[in-house]
């Protein structure tokens, strides 16, 4: 069997720590950097065998593969491309691997500075939250070249339970933007029905019960039901990431000259709470946004 190439892993946040730790656990050499050095260094203490680097550069110079989990488009661009940058220490014919969620139309422009590079790209933004990236059961969806898709998918397999080649570079984006706006409307709706059925002193166990067996029920119902009435927001998907994929895909759409009319309302909802002070909470904060708690 062929050795396995050695990985290094860019952003160790609410997701990419667990996302790492499956890396580790599937027998990958790995160098980790993170933004926040003493998360790397703790990260290092929990899995035997784990390099941290003092910049990305460092962290790619013996790495065959290298996977950014950073919070938005202008971090990518700075991790891979910016000064002391992967693309500094990945060597020529590297793999690139963005697990982030951006804007597609960014994915196409880094993928292009890095191909002047020779080095691969593609863009494997992941769903699913904390708990899935614990378990290793995300779902993956990949942008790029069909041979760069099959070089990452044996990475890819120790993160995630589906792991999809969805087409181009920016594609993998443009799945998961679609997939988490539908999320972000559905979430922005059962608050609002949650909020009514509060106000109309219904028994919302019965409600959620009633729900949950019929044509309302929906991951949202389950995942986020409890949190919402119990005013409980540990973050799970911080709120004001859900916002910001909202936004990009908004703007995605506008420039195909589609209108989201039902996005755009939850954008709104989503602002709103993030302006209340949730951004760092789990999206189902954005009850707060029509029905502010005490």
């Not at 910001?244 to 709103?272: F, M, Q, T, W």
């Not at 993030?274 to 789990?282: I, L, M, T, V």
Request: glycine share 8%; with cysteine.
């Amino acid at each position: 069997m062929a050795k396995r190439e050695r990985v290094a892993f860019l952003g160790l946040g609410i997701m990419g720590k667990p996302m790492a730790a499956n890396v580790c656990r599937h027998g990958y050499e790995l160098t980790v950097w993170n933004r926040t050095r003493a998360k790397a260094e703790a990260f290092s203490e929990l899995h035997r065998g784990v390099e941290v680097a003092d910049t990305p550069a460092a962290a790619a110079a013996e790495a065959d593969l290298v996977v950014t989990m950073v919070p938005d488009g202008p971090e990518v661009e700075a991790v891979l491309l910016g000064p002391d940058g992967a693309a500094e220490g990945l060597h020529a014919g590297g793999l690139a691997i963005d697990m982030s969620t951006i804007a597609p139309t960014q994915t196409r422009k880094i993928a292009t500075a890095l191909s002047q590079r020779d080095i691969h790209f593609i863009d494997a933004p992941v769903t699913g939250s904390r708990p899935k990236a614990e378990d290793a059961t995300l779902t993956i969806m990949v942008g790029g070249e069909k041979r760069d898709f099959d070089r990452a998918k044996p990475l890819l397999d120790a993160m995630g339970a589906l792991v999809v080649h969805a087409g181009p570079v920016g594609h993998g984006e443009m799945v998961k933007l679609v997939n988490n706006t539908a999320a972000a409307i559905n979430a922005a709706a059962l608050a609002e029905m949650l909020n009514l059925a509060v106000k109309a002193d219904l028994n919302t166990t019965a409600v959620v019960d009633v729900m949950a067996s019929g044509s309302g029920a929906s991951t949202m119902l389950t995942l986020k039901a409890g949190p919402m009435l119990d005013r409980a927001y540990a973050p799970l998907f911080k709120l004001e990431h859900m916002l910001k994929d909202v936004r990009h895909c908004i703007n995605e759409a506008k420039a195909l000259g589609v209108d989201l009319p039902i996005a755009r309302l939850a954008e709104s909802l989503y602002a709103k709470a993030d302006e209340a002070g949730y951004g760092e909470d789990d999206f189902a904060a954005v009850i707060e946004a029509v029905s502010p708690g005490s």
